[in-house]
């Protein structure tokens, strides 16, 4: 990769990575939403597709409220797409998740590792805000902001420098890439349907998820 796509990718990540809390929250730090537009910035749209597609199954098995930890995929599914764009998919698609779900689990210890600072500055600054100082709401908004900007930015330096000492070791074999597509799209599956189980909660919601199911599989069929 040249220079351009480096730079572009880092701030692709970046803003992904604050998308998750910070600010906008537009759905720009989704897998299927980071992968493809990265895809798009390396000129291997497939790729990103077919990677954030993988990622997003994992993806939808996170219920993301309150103080629940979660894995941060929008720099990791960067990262990943960087590894595996200009691959065959099918063998190169499982190591590329493997590596965004790595990163993924690496992003999610540093949203807790913020939101454990925003804790101590909120500390250090409530004896001024309980005395009503108007300035305090907008200073502890700009050091959370500021925090997420430096985290966000670090986990895209940090996957990218790991995609690129990547890139320079030897490949796997094909049969072996295939298969471990094969075991990681299938994991992604099963971690898909386990939250949709858990989210749909009553019998009777499990009812209306088998039906759908059911639909969706007769429509397939039908095709």
Same mark, same amino acid.
């Given at each position: ?7 572009? %990718?880092?701030?692709? $990540?970046?803003?992904?990575?604050? #998308? ?20 798009? =910035?390396?000129? #291997?749209?497939?790729?990103? =597709? ?12 996170? =219920?993301?409220?309150?103080? $629940?930890?979660?894995? #941060?995929?929008?720099? $990791? ?7 595996? &764009? ?11 998740? %493997? ?11 540093? $949203?807790?590792?913020h939101r454990r600072a925003n804790a101590r500055a909120l500390r250090r600054l409530s004896p001024a805000l309980e005395r009503g ?14 925090? #997420? ?7 895209a330096l940090l996957g990218l420098g790991m995609v690129l000492g990547l890139l320079q070791l030897p490949r796997i074999g094909p049969?072996?890439?295939? &298969? ?39 429509? =397939?069929?039908?095709?």
């Amino acid at each position: 990769m040249s220079e351009l796509p480096i730079t572009a %990718l880092i701030l692709w $990540a970046t803003i992904a990575g604050l #998308d998750l809390a910070s600010v906008l929250q537009g759905l720009l730090n989704r897998p299927l939403v980071a992968g493809g537009i990265a895809g798009g =910035l390396i000129g #291997d749209p497939v790729a990103g =597709l077919a990677i954030g597609g993988s990622l997003e199954l994992f993806a939808l098995d996170v =219920l993301p409220v309150g103080s $629940a930890r979660y894995p #941060d995929y929008g720099a $990791a599914t960067v990262a990943a797409v960087a590894y595996g &764009a200009g691959q065959p998919w099918p063998s190169a698609l499982g190591l590329s998740v %493997l590596v965004g779900l790595a990163l993924g689990l690496v992003g999610g210890w540093t $949203a807790v590792v913020h939101r454990r600072a925003n804790a101590r500055a909120l500390r250090r600054l409530s004896p001024a805000l309980e005395r009503g100082d108007a300035g305090v709401p907008l200073r502890l908004h700009l050091i959370g902001l500021a925090g #997420d900007l430096v985290r966000s930015g670090g986990l895209a330096l940090l996957g990218l420098g790991m995609v690129l000492g990547l890139l320079q070791l030897p490949r796997i074999g094909p049969a072996a890439g295939q &298969a471990l597509t094969v075991v990681t799209v299938a994991g992604g599956l099963v971690a898909m349907i386990g939250g949709a189980l858990r989210r749909a909660g009553t019998v009777r919601r499990m009812a209306w998820l088998g039906a759908g199911l059911a639909a969706g599989a007769l429509s =397939l069929g039908l095709r």
